[in-house]
């Protein structure tokens, strides 16, 4: 079972709902980063069957997502921001040791915490948003999120020492809060 995560600061969905549009951007460039984080997974770990049929389907799916972010811009007659350095993910990604015994795992947790404030913060933005098919996009994407979480999670119970799961990702909960914390409230899904 996954850990609870912090809150997001309150303060974040306003400036979300700010400058939505800005948001919409940031978001597409996430979903198209992550579906080239499952690719690249995929190809680290040909020899892992569970690991890379899990991410060929993820990379399929988020790019699902990404072409329904981008049909959301483009009916708002916004386009595509370019790719910016996303500040969480490279702290996040700053937490893998390296090393065989490690590498992997880190990797699969730091994902699994990754989806899971994604899930979070969709879900808030389900909640604040008026009824309609924007809103229920949001919402299935919050159930989207936390399924990959778990799916994260079940793979590194998988493929390193269970074990080792518990214990590591309930610091990365606490790294990752701490990131969360300092990041400046912006429109941004991260």
């Not at 996430?30 to 995929?42: D, Q, S, T, V």
């Not at 933005?125 to 994407?141: K, M, N, S, T, Y």
């Not at 919050?142 to 998988?158: T, V, Y």
Request: glycine fraction near 6%; include cysteine; aromatic fraction near 6%.
């Amino acid at each position: 079972m996954m850990p609870q995560l912090a809150p997001t600061p309150p303060g974040w969905i306003d400036a979300v709902l700010g400058d939505f549009d800005r948001f919409l951007q940031d978001h597409a460039s996430c979903e198209k980063k992550a579906a080239g984080m499952a690719l690249k997974m995929a190809s680290h770990y040909p020899d892992k069957p569970l690991l890379l049929n899990a991410m060929a389907d993820l990379s399929v799916e988020e790019m699902s997502h990404y072409r329904e972010v981008i049909r959301l811009l483009t009916r708002r007659g916004i386009a595509p921001a370019p790719d910016a350095k996303d500040p969480y993910i490279a702290t996040m990604n700053r937490q893998v040791r390296r090393g065989p015994d490690f590498f992997l795992l880190d990797r699969l947790l730091i994902a699994a915490v990754v989806e899971m404030r994604g899930c979070e913060r969709f879900g808030l933005i389900a909640d604040a948003l008026p009824e309609g098919a924007e809103q229920r996009f949001f919402a299935a994407l919050n159930e989207s999120e936390r399924r990959h979480g778990e799916l994260f999670l079940d793979l590194a119970r998988q493929h390193c020492d269970a074990e080792a799961v518990g214990p590591h990702i309930d610091g990365l909960v606490r790294i990752e809060a701490d990131i969360i914390a300092a990041l400046p409230l912006l429109p941004r899904l991260h």
